[in-house]
C-alpha cells in the first residue's frame, strides 16, 4: 500500500535524553514535513524538506533535528534542548509545496 | 506575518443540525485547502478550492472560496455523529511557500 509510516506510534522519554521519530513514504513526494500537535492546538510546523539533502526550519525548529539523506525518509530528532516535548508528532509529505498533503498516523511522545 | 485564522474554535451541535466553520486569511490565497482529523486520527485532505467565488459540495458538505480569496467556509448540512472531528483549513505561505493551517475547528454532536 502507498502512504506514510511513521514509528514508533508511541514512545516514552526520559527527560534529557534524545530520541529519534522515524517517517518513511512510498509515495516519490518531493516534500517531506514534521508537525507538532498539542490538545486544542493546530498543526505547527517544526521543520520541512523538498529535496534530498535539503530543510529548512518551520515555525517551532528549536530542540529539534532533521535529516533528508532519502528521498523516502526524513526522521526527526527531539533533542534535550526541547522543553516541552510532549505531543502528537505529525509527519507528512506533498508531491510540492503547495500540494495535498499526506499524513501519516502520527507518534505519541510523551517525557517521563 | 501571514496568519490563517479559523472561527469558531469549538462547535457543539445537535444531531441534524446545520455547522459552518470560517476560515479567514491575512492575504490574498492561490487555493485553499480543507482537511478533517477525526479524534484519534491524522488530518485527511477533503477538497481543494482554486477559483474567486467557487462553490464545491461533498455529498452534505458545502465549501465556498471567498471573491476575494482571502476567505472560506466549509457547511455541513445536516450533522451526523460521523462529521466529529477536527476541520482545518490551509493556504499556501506566499505564492511559493508551503501550507500555512489554521488552528481548526473541533465539531462535537450529539445524538
Known amino acids: 500500500d502507498g502512504g506514510i509510516t511513521q514509528s514508533p506510534k508511541y514512545l516514552f522519554r526520559k527527560e534529557g535524553q534524545n530520541v529519534t521519530l522515524s517517517c518513511e513514504q512510498n509515495l516519490n513526494h518531493d516534500a517531506m514535513y514534521w508537525y507538532r500537535q498539542d490538545p486544542g492546538q493546530g498543526l505547527r510546523l517544526i521543520y ?27 526522521p526527526l530528532t ?33 517525557v517521563v | 506575518g501571514q496568519q490563517v485564522m479559523q472561527i469558531p474554535q469549538y462547535q457543539h451541535v445537535q444531531e441534524g443540525e446545520d455547522f459552518t466553520t470560517y476560515c479567514n486569511s491575512s492575504t490574498t490565497l492561490s487555493n485553499i485547502q480543507w482537511y478533517k482529523q477525526r479524534p484519534g486520527g491524522h488530518p485527511v485532505f477533503l477538497i481543494q478550492l482554486v477559483k474567486s467565488g467557487e462553490v464545491k459540495k461533498q455529498k452534505r458538505l458545502t465549501f465556498q472560496f471567498g ?42 454532536v450529539k445524538p
Open chain 1, 48 to 74: 520541512y524538506s523538498q529535496i534530498v539533502n535539503d530543510f529548512q526550519k518551520g515555525d517551532i525548529a528549536e530542540g529539534y533535528s532533521v535529516s533528508r539523506e532519502k528521498k523516502e525518509s526524513f
Open chain 1, 78 to 110: 527531539v533533542t534535550s534542548a526541547q522543553k516541552n516535548p510532549t505531543a502528537f508528532y505529525l509527519c507528512a509529505s506533498s508531491l510540492g509545496l503547495q500540494g495535498t498533503i499526506y499524513f501519516g498516523e502520527g507518534s505519541w511522545l510523551t
Open chain 2, 67 to 108: 471573491e476575494a480569496k482571502k476567505n472560506s467556509s466549509l457547511h455541513i448540512t445536516a450533522t451526523q455523529t460521523t462529521d466529529v472531528g477536527t476541520y482545518f483549513c490551509a493556504g499556501p505561505r506566499g505564492s511559493q511557500g508551503n501550507l500555512i493551517f489554521g488552528k481548526g475547528t473541533k465539531l462535537s
